[in-house]
T-cell receptor, first 113, second 115 residues
């Protein structure tokens, strides 16, 4: 799996858009970008994933650069409940099976009131 | 409600004792996973099972054992051979279809402290 680099922490004001960057310069053509988040002392929660097109769901938007070497997770209107550690993971589809994921240290996003 | 349950939430054991952590899911998921998380760190994969009666070692399997006798259950035993067992343990599951997008559903975790 390609290595990812994320800032260790970020602050964002409540109600503003939170933009979380992720660098994955060694990503290969068959690898997807996945985002999970982990609220303190809970299990991680899947947010979104994408290959090369921008993606949006009810939780967030994912913007992937044209060269696919970096991406940004956008929480459009951050709330205090969005305070969590956000993990960017790059890997290929699991194919016929389902092996585990590799979580780095992620970005600790703190939403300020 | 469908979901993954882990019990207990907090567990204390004396050094040298084996301890078994419970993980149950009623999501009808085929695949289940165990991860370990240390303070300020990401998750590391211990074991995973893609189907009943089959499981594979993850990145840090030494000192741990698992069984998968039922689809719903994937207990993890932390043995006395595990040198630093104090950690937050997370169980997860996924379906074959959802596994294609690497979406895993996580339980609430068990915080194990070895005294």
């Amino acid at each position: 799996d390609a290595k990812t680099t994320q800032p260790p922490s970020m602050d964002c004001a409540e109600g503003r858009a939170a933009n979380l960057p992720c660098n994955h310069s060694t990503i290969s053509g068959n690898e997807y970008v996945y985002w999970y988040r982990q609220i303190h002392s809970q299990g991680p929660q899947y947010i979104i994933h994408g290959l090369k097109n921008n993606e949006t769901n009810e939780m967030a938007s994912l913007i992937i650069t044209e060269d696919r070497k970096s991406s940004t997770l956008i929480l459009p209107h951050a709330t205090l409940r969005d305070t969590a550690v956000y993990y960017c993971i790059v890997r290929a589809y699991s194919g016929g099976g389902a092996d585990g994921l590799t979580f780095g240290k992620g970005t600790h996003l703190i939403i300020q009131p | 409600d469908g979901g993954i349950t882990q019990s207990p939430k907090y567990l204390f054991r004396k050094e040298g004792q084996n301890v078994t952590l419970s993980c149950e899911q009623n999501l009808n998921h085929d695949a289940m996973y165990w991860y370990r998380q240390d303070p300020g760190q990401g998750l590391r994969l211990i074991y995973y099972s893609q189907i009943v009666n089959d499981f594979q070692k993850g990145d840090i399997a030494e000192g741990y054992s698992v069984s998968r006798e039922k689809k719903e259950s994937f207990p993890l035993t932390v043995t006395s051979a595990q040198k630093n067992p104090t950690a937050f343990y997370l169980c997860a599951s996924s379906t074959p279809t959802r596994a294609y997008i690497n979406e895993q559903f996580f339980g609430p975790g068990t915080r194990l402290t070895v005294l």
